[in-house]
T-cell receptor
Framework: SQTIHQWPATLVQPVGSPLSLECTVE??????LYWYRQAAGRGLQLLFY??????ISSEVPQNLSASRPQDRQFILSSKKLLLSDSGFYLC???????????FGSGTQLSVL | RKEVEQDPGPFNVPEGATVAFNCTYS??????FFWYRQDCRKEPKLLMS???SGNEDGRFTAQLNRASQYISLLIRDSKLSDSATYLC??????????FGSGTRLLVRP
């Protein structure tokens, strides 16, 4: 069966520090991969999605970036965090566009 | 207009009650609809897909109304464990899945 792993679960970072969140999927090949952010009490905002290695689509202009160095690995990065980057970050995968999403357990990021 | 809109609630109901949520979507061409459940500080989990013919899974029933562009979720015989936020999902004009902001349900003893 397919599983998705995301880490770390919580992260506290100072403003201006770098960020790297990692997500891996097991049990499937060539998944579509996604990064979402959820601000407190708000809905999910799609940040990036990828349909294949090295293929990244950005949904929202910001100081975050994403990379997909391997088929089942998706990384969210920032060179310098802002206070507004705080939130709950969720990685997800699907078997195809418009198919149901399966989420990782999320990373609660607090930028102070 | 938001692409997917939900009443944020909270819906506060007693155990055993029947409760229904609606969700409206703006893309009339959407072919994919889902309901997710999200507990506080947890990831969303798929509750059910929504098919044109409607579908039922135990106490949960989902329906699609294309003419009025809304989907609904009905929960019968509410349990305390049903307390959560329910997220509606539809497809936008760029063929991506868009989440509503969620409807919060509180089931009281």
């Amino acid at each position: 069966s397919q599983t998705i792993h995301q880490w770390p679960a919580t992260l506290v970072q100072p403003v201006g520090s770098p960020l790297s969140l990692e997500c891996t999927v097991e049990g499937t090949s060539n998944p579509n991969l996604y990064w979402y952010r959820q601000a407190a009490g708000r809905g999910l905002q799609l940040l990036f999605y990828s349909v294949g290695i090295g293929q990244i689509s950005s949904e929202v202009p910001q100081n975050l970036s994403a990379s997909r160095p391997q088929d089942r690995q998706f990384i969210l990065s920032s060179k310098k965090l802002l206070l507004s980057d705080s939130g709950f970050y969720l990685c997800a995968w699907s078997a195809g566009i418009n198919e149901k999403l399966f989420f990782g357990s999320g990373t609660q990021l607090s930028v102070l | 207009r938001k692409e997917v809109e939900q009443d944020p609630g909270p819906f506060n109901v007693p155990e055993g009650a029947t409760v229904a949520f609606n969700c409206t979507y703006s893309n009339s061409a959407s072919q994919s609809f889902f309901w997710y459940r999200q507990d506080c500080r947890k990831e969303p989990k798929l509750l059910m897909s929504v098919y044109s013919s409607g579908n039922e899974d135990g106490r949960f029933t989902a329906q699609l109304n294309r003419a009025s562009q809304y989907i609904s979720l009905l929960i019968r015989d509410s349990k305390l464990s049903d307390s959560a936020t329910y997220l509606c999902v539809a497809m936008d004009s760029s063929y991506k899945l868009i989440f509503g902001s969620g409807t919060r349900l509180l089931v009281r003893p």
